[in-house]
């Protein structure tokens, strides 16, 4: 299985983009999928997720009602739409496909729970 993340950048504060990831190798379509990120000298935090097979769609705090996570159906991916973005916002945004099996919703935040893992894209707020 193979992810691949694009569509970071530089944008201002306020700003908008949109992460792409597309996934190959799965033999199953709408995987659990999550996007997480890292900022320089902190852990790995969970940013959003759409669970397997639905499109129930999980935040975490710190962006609800800012951002977006949405299937990609055409590439058995997920995009991540984010608007109002903030210095804070700044890091590595990760894409990650959960495998076999069916996650419980609480786990979806936990990066365990996540079989394979994109390289990552850089996302920089600053004016």
């Known amino acids: 299985v193979q992810l691949q993340a694009s569509g970071g950048g530089l944008v201002q504060p306020g700003g908008s983009l949109r992460l792409s990831c597309s996934v190959s190798g799965l033999t199953f379509s709408r995987p659990g999928m999550g996007w997480f990120r890292q900022a320089p000298g902190k852990e790995r935090e969970f940013v959003a997720a759409?669970?397997?097979?639905?499109?129930?769609?999980y935040y975490s705090d710190s962006v609800e009602g800012r951002f977006t996570i949405s299937r990609d159906n055409a590439n058995n991916g997920v995009y991540l739409q984010m608007n109002s973005l903030r210095p804070e916002d700044t890091a590595v945004y990760y894409c990650?496909?959960?495998?076999?099996?069916?996650?419980?919703?609480?786990?979806?935040?936990?990066?365990?729970?996540?079989?394979?893992w994109g390289q990552g894209t850089q996302v920089t707020v600053s004016s």
């Open positions: 990650a496909s959960v495998g076999m099996g069916n996650p419980i919703i609480s786990s979806y935040w936990q990066p365990p729970t996540y079989a394979s």
């Open positions: 759409v669970r397997k097979s639905t499109s129930s769609t």
